[in-house]
């Protein structure tokens, strides 16, 4: 079939199989060439398909000759439509670490279930034994509770008041103003059980009633902190309180691990189009401001550099640095003191008219159609592609 984008609001409902590929081997290519990191050899990665797990995927992979096995939540490919993004990604990852030898294995299902959690434990123990890092890399609107069976729905609210800012869509460019009504407490709780900590520690507690740990176990999860700017709808707003309670969670794991004498970490990272980050209201303007400061500075990086800086740079060196809150940060760039006074001035002066001119919305657009494959100057869009494309450790 013929495979164009097409976008219902902040989200991309077709992909392109090639083009994800391509996606795939530029992040490995850009791990290839760097120095080969000492880091962990059997991987487990919970939201491997996109965003930073894909790039945690491709860094262990590539980077460290790592075993990995990769558990996400991906809409696999019918006759005439195509497979989401991820499953793409996955595909090619996959095909890729065959190539040279690396064991990749997959699981798609729902991460928050006890039965997937079991099939993972079940392929760990046939295939790796043991693993020496899990990184938590899960990004998703709703949570069915294993136990309970309910069903939490995460929101994105301010707390205590109303939140009144610029936004944009960033298809037109257009910038309106939005108004966000606080939320209740009942959103706290739900947005907590979705994206806070409870499952990370559930995956860290299966595995190791198993015994499937070995010693100087890692794991990682990630985090957002970003500007005052953002804060009433992120920070300080309810996805800020179930990081909160994701950021306390690791604390609470680490003390679960003092048998293996394991450690866990949260990285706080810095803000970048995903599709989790393309859902969030006034995110988009802060990034495509952002774009545009980083970059004239030299210090823009995607989440395969961001990934890669946090292996090298922080968890795989002796003394892993972190800030008074025991946190990682690769957000250091993002959030330095001339970069936010720059992203500061522009805002202000960001309207519908200006912003192609003081934002990088090109940028934007060019990364949100590539995260779906699209927009790859390599690929013809206009060639007749196979949308059936399997993951070879995934049996149809
Ligand atoms: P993403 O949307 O690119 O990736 C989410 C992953 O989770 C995908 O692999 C998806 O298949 C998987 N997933 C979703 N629901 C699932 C389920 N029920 N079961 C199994 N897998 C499921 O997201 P992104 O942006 O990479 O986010 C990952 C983490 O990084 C999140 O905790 C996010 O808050 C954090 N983060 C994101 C930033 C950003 O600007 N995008 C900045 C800093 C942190």
Known sequence: ????????????????????????????????????????????????????????????????????IGVFFEKPPSEGRTASSGWYNTAAFEKEANKEGLYAKSINGDAFSHAIKDETIALIKEDLGQIDMLVYSLASPVRTHPDTGIRYKSTLKPIGKKYTNKTVDFHTG????????????????????????????????????????????????????????????????????????LEQTAFTITDSLKDVNGKAYVSVNKALVTQSSSAIPVIPLYISLLYKVMKANGVQEGCIEQIH????????????????????????????????????????????????????????????????????????????????????????
């Open 309 to 396: 800086r946090l292996y090298s740079e922080r968890l795989f060196i002796d003394q892993t640095p972190t800030d008074t809150e025991g946190r990682i940060r690769v957000d250091d760039w993002e959030m330095r003191d001339d970069i936010q006074e720059q992203v500061s001035k522009l805002w202000e002066q960001a309207t519908t008219e200006t912003l192609s001119e003081i934002g990088d919305l090109e940028g934007y657009r060019t990364e949100f159609f590539n995260l779906f494959g699209f927009n790859f100057d390599e690929i013809n869009y206009k060639a007749d592609t196979n949308e059936i494309v399997e993951i070879p450790s995934i049996k149809s």
């Open 174 to 245: 257009e910038i309106k103003e939005i108004s966000i009504e606080p939320c209740t407490e009942e959103d706290i709780a739900n947005t907590i059980a979705v994206m806070g900590g409870e499952d990370w520690q559930m995956w860290v507690d299966a595995l190791k009633n198993e015994n499937l740990l070995s010693s100087n176990f890692k794991t990682v999860a990630y985090s957002y902190i970003g500007p005052k700017l953002t804060e009433p709808v992120y920070r300080k707003g309810t996805i800020g309180k179930a990081k909160d309670h």
């Open 1 to 68: 079939m013929i495979i164009e984008p097409k976008t219902r609001g902040f989200i991309c409902i077709t992909s392109h199989p090639d083009g994800c590929a391509k996606s795939v081997s530029n992040q490995i290519e850009y791990i290839k060439s760097k120095d080969k990191i000492n880091g962990a050899k059997k991987v487990l990665v919970i939201g491997a398909s996109t965003g930073f797990g894909l790039a945690s995927r491709i860094t262990s992979a590539f980077g460290s000759n790592a075993a990995t």
